[in-house]
């Protein structure tokens, strides 16, 4: 399918992540949105073609989900840290497209490892090409953004290349589970840090790193990142109880059906080791209702119960606690547009579940 300039497929600052007036409220913080949506466009018309690669095969796989939308939510945090120096360069913009291609890599080589039927509301890419051209396109783009990252130097390089040490074992370590001894909770927030966070973090980095920002804004934005990220996957475990999501297209419980550990599952874990009747009672439900069930069965009734147990609220108070520390830890910025709209951003990522 053709893909659609970026203002016409409505994802602008204040639409992207359902933000409207609250990123960006007055008028002064307008203009300031306005550069962020001009930086966005570039973005996304390099992305286009960044992700050509004189092949007809490939042109077609690396481009599926590209088109298939995404909130771009990296590339928004690096313009916005880049506003801290000297705004939008030509780096900047080139830095941007390379960590949105590593996340829209990172999907493809996901997909696999889940065994996922759907992503971003359309088939998965092994869905309709298998196993190996899907990895093979994910591993095509991986190629790409180190190229882009290249042309930045060796910091840059340096900061992709940990990133990406990070996004493997995160995968790694979500798939053999934690060791003997090891907490389940904290080994599954590790995960989250290092699959989710930590690319969120490079995003923020680079913004800092290329719009000749003081060195001194790098530790701030990378513990914001790291924390928004992390708090981002916790909203999306509750996201996963509710109703079907428009951006995903998941159905209720799809990750609870793929038998996915999300922090729900494991506080309910947690509660039944305890000797707890209720949670021991919901979880050999889940177990025998909603665990390894086709995306045809009705599995609401259970999904409903694990929404309504007190496990989801502490989920969702988790996820709210993430974000006020990434708010935190931004504290040292210069009080201004930047530090509001990352302030709002933080918010609005936890708010998605209401």
Known sequence: MPSLPLARRGTTVSSQIGFTERLFASSEDKKFAAAIDAGLERVEEGLRSQVQFADQMADVTATYLLDAGGKRVRPMLALLTAQLGDGVTDQVITAAQAVEITHLASLYHDDVMDEALTRRGVPSAQHVWGNSVAVLT??????????????LGEG????????????CLGQLHETIGPNEGDDPIEHYIG????????????AAQMGVMFSGAPTAYLE???QFGEKVGVGFQLIDDVIDLSGKDAETGKTPGTDLRAGVDTLPLLKL?????????????????????VIGASESDDVSGAVDALREHPVTQETLDEAHRWAREAVEAIDPLPDGPVKKA????????VERSS
């Open 138 to 151: 994910g591993d095509l783009l991986f190629a790409r953004a180190s190229q882009l990252v290249a042309s």
């Open 156 to 167: 840059a390089i340096r900061l992709q290349a940990d990133t990406f040490e990070r996004l």
């Open 191 to 202: 995960v989250l840090a290092d699959k989710t966070g930590s690319l969120i973090a490079a």
């Open 220 to 222: 701030p934005v990378m």
């Open 269 to 289: 874990r947690r509660r039944a080791s305890e000797g707890e009747a209720g949670a021991i009672a919901l979880l050999e439900r889940l177990e025998t209702e």
């Open 342 to 349: 990352l302030t709002r951003f933080a918010d609005t990522i």
